[in-house]
């Protein structure tokens, strides 16, 4: 709940309310929220409805008003005594030199309130969850697959580990269940599109027929189409669906020595399409990201195959990654960004001149720091997915800090969302109280500039309403 | 100012920072550490556990001995790369000599090329996969890990397919001498039912019977009649179940009816208890994969379990607490061993290894241990359990190594 004090009144919005207002503020119309929160225009109509009755106001113009001058207030502020209203005769009586001492001291009270303000005040985007429920949301994690049909924010998804959004929905690596789920734009409803069927992965096979193994790692093409990295007897595969619901096979590496195995295997890797077709596949077993052009063999486009830090602002290609996860395009600057996961950093090379250098974090070390500063010198923790903004912001799943960071286009690195903590919390709070078990893989939706970030241990997909610009 | 004002004042000053100064333990020089996710329900007494041998060695050759318990969970799971951040952290520090686990499987097999190529020493009391130790069935990653580097993975937990061995001993002390087998597990992540079949068929033709039928099941209606009835004209007496409830071993006790004698089972029913609430006749016995040190009539071992339940009164015991115990007190050993061999000098982690892979560890609480070039142990033991009154109760400690 958010309480606000509207004239001489306490407005309590509900969460969802608070949400809508906000929205509202943004200049969004009702249909782009119902979009954005996964929710029908009619729900925002109710919300909204409920918000100017709230407030007592009547027009959009004032929902945005009051959010602007009210949404954002802490409970400390709120809890701040208000004066009284008349001074009592006795205190009238008060030396000068009283006041002036109970001035200095209500200053620094106040000071004191504005600092805990701007250190615990919500800041940041909302946050909110757009597929996926957790059935034990504290617990150790439960494996379950159902919701096809519903919407996906009833749907139960286990240990998903990546989502690559399309003009129409976006896709998730629904990994432990081994199949790959569609979740539609307008309908928001979830369905199963590739996997869960016992046919072997051939070409030509309906895509939900066949056994996709431990496919981790989704992608889409300039068309919307979807490609998918997963494992077949340690052999990494790149497999698309074609616009008939088949699957085919694009292209294949060698083994690399992945073992998916048991419970929660690691990610088999990254996966970017660039908008001339190109396929980046990261090789996290192997150590190596590898460039596919079509029509030609995979080659190697970084790491020497060892894993270890080396090779900053040299070739690529000879270069010590450990463990290489995300993968993210900046066409625009020219460069693949990479979660170094192993070296709990995040690099980028260079496209026209196959370059690697340091991005984010020192490879050398790890840790939780930095933020406000450069962001070589900053320390992040096994950092599993990376996206890019349209303004070239980086955007940085710490995972095992539990927080998102952005950099900067100057380079400075702050905190996006995340409290530090290891637990599911804040669905439709701001970023700074929202808390994540296990935020790993991130997407922009170029559409509305949201940022999608897959809560791996919560087995759901939340989205950061409005972060890139 | 007198004399006995200045002893009061010296008396006054020396108690004020007594009673403000903490007393700072000296660092120690020998550090042995472990990691398991502390999500696990077993692990904070595992941890106990292993706090308990360190404590029963404070000084080892007259070296400090310390114990650094790291957690490889993220988020409330077990996570492979927060073993590996894990292992550089252990490894950069000179003062770590090995390590207790992992706790989990798919942490140790990404583990174990990294920890080789350290000489680092890693003995697992929980790590059950047979791909971690015996890797020419199953991984290359393992194999290639150990061509330049010497096996650095140990366990006394036995692998996996060695409950069907157990299971074959003991079905030969019971005089059972013709059973038939199903596979029954009805998730895609387990793996391995031949393996067990093919154990247990082997060390049940040493102890004189024969397993006269095997089937896979993968049946969602839990109809077992026709594999029954097979199994009945086969001449079986009993019938050796690998699975689990959502493969439906609670549906093939119930249907055994009067036909049969035995149901035997894995560790994957034994959990359960709904299980024995269904009208079964047949006397059905499982396997798990550790040993209950606290129900041992062992003096020896009861003076363990005794110390442990002084040391951490409150600390439940679980499964897997004694065999903890047993892997720090192996690599306490075998540090030891080292320290003698290097003429009283702090051992290389190889040293530590080569102490590991070649001692003799004996009076641990769960066994006495060896280990083979694989890394399993010579003799890794395990318990049956029986159903009384609708209930499990412990029946003996069993070995599960092979004849040969």
Known sequence: ?469 | MSFKRLAAAAFIVVLAVACNSTVQAPAPEIIIASDFPSIAEAVPSMQDAIQLAVAENPKLRGYRLGYVPFDDSLGGAPWTQKGMQNLKRMFADPRVLGMVGPFNSYVTIEEIPRASAENFVMLSPTATNICLTLAPFCDSQIEAAHANAPVNFFRIAPPDPAQGTAMAHFAGQQHIKLVAAIIMWNTSTQSGGDEYIAEFARELRFQGGDLVRTEESRNPNHDFTNFLTHAKQAGAEAIYAVGDVAGGICDIRAQMGSNFEYLLLTDGATTDSDCLKSPASVATFGTAGSVDATLSSDPHVKSIVKAFQKAYPRAPIGDYTFAAYDCAQILIAAIGRAIDANHGGVPTRLEVLKQVASGEFDGGATGSYKFLPSGDAVSPTMSIWGVKDNHWYYIDKVDASASS
């Open chain 1, 1 to 469: 709940m958010s309480t606000s004090s509207n004239g001489g009144g306490s407005v309590r919005l509900s969460r969802r309310e608070l949400e809508v207002a906000r929205l509202v503020a943004e200049g969004l119309t009702n249909r782009e929220i119902a979009t954005r929160l996964f929710v029908s225009e009619r729900t925002v109509d109710g919300h909204l409805e409920h918000v100017r009755e709230k407030l007592s106001v009547n027009t959009r113009a004032q929902v945005a008003t009051w959010v602007t001058r009210h949404a954002d207030e802490s409970p400390a502020a709120v809890a701040v005594p208000a004066p009284p209203a008349a001074r009592p005769a006795a205190l009238r009586r008060i030396s000068k030199r009283w006041w002036v001492t109970a001035s200095a001291v209500a200053l620094v009270i106040v000071e004191a309130v504005v600092v805990l303000q701007v250190v615990v005040a919500p800041r940041g985007p909302l946050v909110i969850t757009v597929a996926g429920v957790d059935p034990d949301p504290t617990g150790f994690p439960v494996f379950r697959y159902t919701g096809d049909g519903g919407l996906a924010t009833h749907a139960a998804m286990a240990l998903p580990s990546d989502i690559a959004i399309a003009p129409d929905g976006f896709y998730v690596a629904d990994y432990r269940n081994q199949v790959i789920r569609f979740v539609d734009r307008t309908t928001r409803r979830i369905k199963t599109y590739a996997g869960a069927g016992g046919l072997p992965l051939e070409s030509g096979k309906v895509a939900i027929s066949v056994d996709l193994g431990f496919a981790s790692s989704v992608a889409v093409d300039r068309q919307g189409r979807l490609y998918f990295l997963t494992d077949e007897n340690q052999d990494l595969q790149v497999w698309t669906v074609d616009s008939g619901g088949l699957v085919q096979r694009v292209t294949q590496l060698a083994p690399s020595g992945n073992e998916p195995l048991g419970f929660f295997p690691d990610p088999v890797g990254g996966l970017a399409i660039a908008s001339d077709g190109t396929i980046y596949i990261g090789d996290r077993a192997g150590n190596q990201i590898w460039k596919y052009v079509p029509g030609s063999d995979p080659r190697l486009f970084a790491g020497s195959g060892r894993y270890g830090y080396s090779g900053d602002s040299g070739p690529a290609a000879s270069a010590m990654l450990d463990s290489p996860t995300g993968l993210a395009l900046d066409e625009k600057r020219g460069y693949l960004y990479f979660a170094d996961t192993g070296n709990n950093c995040i690099r980028r090379i260079s496209l026209a001149g196959d370059v690697i250098s340091r991005f984010a974090g020192t490879c050398q070390s790890f840790g939780d720091a930095g933020d406000g500063g450069r962001a070589l010198d900053a320390r992040l923790s096994i950092p599993f997915g990376v996206a890019v903004g349209g303004d070239g912001t980086v955007f940085i799943a710490d995972t095992g800090n539990y927080r998102l960071r952005e950099v900067e286009p100057g380079g400075i690195i702050l905190a996006l969302a995340g409290t530090g903590q290891g637990v599911f919390f804040g669905d439709g709070v701001a970023a700074s109280q929202a808390s994540f078990r296990a935020p790993t893989a991130l997407e922009i939706d170029r559409v509305t500039g949201d940022l999608f970030v897959v809560d791996t241990v919560s087995q759901c997909v939340r989205a950061l309403i409005g972060v890139s610009r």
